[in-house]
């Protein structure tokens, strides 16, 4: 059960953070049948089994990201890091050290979709 790992009392708890703890244990037991599927696809000696267990897998790939998108769009400080550490083939370590050091972030690097409208419009315009 979810409840179950509570380190506080649950009636000192709120709601929101009864719904993480959910989520952050759900992660977990996804992490986990992610390990024992991809220990079961290296084990199995039949193919069409190697390839149904690496569906299953990869199912449970889907579900961590799914609850890790719920928890981002609920705290603004795991975005931030998400957004920081995520989709980028720099150094990880260097990535750390520019942060720590208020350095560029990476949204100042990457276009989004505005931008990208804005700087297409200008040179329609000419501008």
């Known amino acids: 059960m979810s409840s179950e790992g509570l380190h506080e009392p649950r009636e000192k708890l709120l709601s929101q953070t009864i719904d993480f703890h959910r989520a952050v244990v759900s992660m977990k037991e996804e992490l986990e049948a992610l390990d024992w599927y991809q220990q079961r696809v290296d084990a199995a000696e039949d193919e069409e089994l190697k390839r149904i267990l690496a569906h299953h897998r990869d199912e449970e790939k889907e579900h961590f990201v799914m609850l890790l998108e719920w928890l ?54 000419g501008s």
């Open 72 to 125: 981002r769009r609920r705290d603004p400080v795991l975005s931030g890091f998400l957004k920081t550490y995520l989709f980028t083939d720099a150094d990880i370590t260097t990535l750390e050290a520019l942060e720590e050091q208020g350095g560029p972030s990476r949204e100042a690097e990457i276009p989004s979709v505005g931008s990208l409208k804005e700087e297409s419009s200008d040179k329609i315009s």
